[in-house]
Nanobody, 121 residues
Framework: VQLQASGGGQVQAGGSLRLSCAVS????????MGWFRQAPGKEREFVAA????????YYADSAKGRFTISRDNAKNTVTLQMNSLKPEDTAVYYC???????????????WGQGTLVTVSS
């Protein structure tokens, strides 16, 4: 399974970005998917996750009300729509795939390379 994240960039506070993750390899629809982020000097943290069917989504408190995770099993992609961005959202964002869609890094078996999001004040 290979994951390719894209869509990062630089944006001013209050702006929006849409991250995408393309998944190739084994059956995409069987995996729970998640987004994590890692800021410089900090541990990787959970942002959002979505079940294999797309029927359930979970968010970190910091993402609730601002970020939306979705997936398209026909296109083998998962997206993270990020609105009302804040400087503290600055980080490298990673998509991940696993048997379960949880908030723990260890719940995921496969990781993308990361895409940098920079939010300026």
């Amino acid at each position: 399974v290979q994951l390719q994240a894209s869509g990062g960039g630089q944006v001013q506070a209050g702006g929006s970005l849409r991250l995408s993750c393309a998944v190739s390899g084994r059956t995409f629809s069987s995996y729970g998917m998640g987004w994590f982020r890692q800021a410089p000097g900090k541990e990787r943290e959970f942002v959002a996750a979505i079940s294999w069917s797309g029927g359930s989504a979970y968010y970190a408190d910091s993402a609730k009300g601002r970020f939306t995770i979705s997936r398209d099993n026909a296109k083998n992609t998962v997206t993270l729509q990020m609105n009302s961005l804040k400087p503290e959202d600055t980080a490298v964002y990673y998509c991940a795939a696993g048997s379960y869609s949880g908030s723990l890094v260890g719940s995921y078996d496969y990781w993308g390379q990361g895409t940098l999001v920079t939010v300026s004040s």
